[in-house]
């Protein structure tokens, strides 16, 4: 696989709570440079972002990375987020309330947070390295229902990422409207062909640039 066909399901990522300014500007460039699909930056660098990059595609992360802030918290981070300038959301879900079996709960966060996206693309973490097989597949019921865009597989900052057999489990549960992102832990090129080759629409990663340009 050409690296011009992976930059472009690339979610160019820098997550890291003392990543600086200096290093926020240099990811976008990048992203420009190499035509990723995205930057999936944090919310205080989102307006900075749009304000210097007025053209990048950027994407911001709500009720990161526990997920256990309230529904109405969630709600007024992704308006700000949107007022400030982010195309997408990647939400985390309320795993607390996963593990309580309250599924309508968390359908209707994920309903209450896709109606203030609006007509912005609307990604749901579900942080599969703590869930069971069982609430995979509820979750992938959830996620189609309450009309997300996208099931993401991990935030990045769990006990471990994303499992190639989760992807498999997702395109067998979700519905067709769905699109799935895989990331956390992704490695090496040919992971990302793997993933990609799997059915994954989207890749977040810090590392996809210095993966593919290695030896440049």
């Known amino acids: 696989m050409e690296n011009s066909d992976i930059f472009p399901h690339i979610d160019h990522t820098l997550l890291d709570p003392a990543a600086s300014s200096v290093q926020m500007a240099a990811l976008c460039r990048e992203a420009i440079k190499y035509h990723t699909a995205s930057v999936c930056i944090p919310p205080c660098f989102v307006k900075r972002a ?24 969630k709600w007024f981070e992704t308006k700000d987020a949107i007022e400030n ?18 599924y309508t709960f968390v359908e209707k966060e994920i309903e209450l947070i896709k ?4 007509d912005k693309i609307l990604k749901v973490i579900i942080e599969t390295c703590n869930l069971s097989e069982q ?35 997702f395109r067998k549960y979700l519905g067709e409207n769905v699109k799935i992102k895989a990331a956390g832990g992704i490695s090496s090129k040919e992971h990302l062909e793997l993933f990609l080759n799997e059915g994954c629409d989207r890749i977040g990663t810090s590392r996809a640039v210095k993966l593919l340009t290695k030896g440049e």
């Open 135 to 169: 609430e995979k597949i509820e979750l992938c019921r959830i996620v189609t229902s309450a009309g997300a865009d996208y099931i993401k597989t991990s935030t990045g900052f769990g006990k471990s990422g994303a499992d190639i057999e989760d992807i498999r489990l």
């Open 85 to 102: 300038g982010a195309d997408e959301i990647d939400m985390v879900i309320n795993q607390n309330e996963v593990k309580n079996k309250r």
């Open 115 to 118: 109606d203030a996206c609006g």
């Open 50 to 73: 749009r304000s210097n990059f007025p053209n990048l595609n950027i994407c911001t992360v709500i009720g990161f990375p526990l997920g256990y802030t309230t529904a109405n918290v």
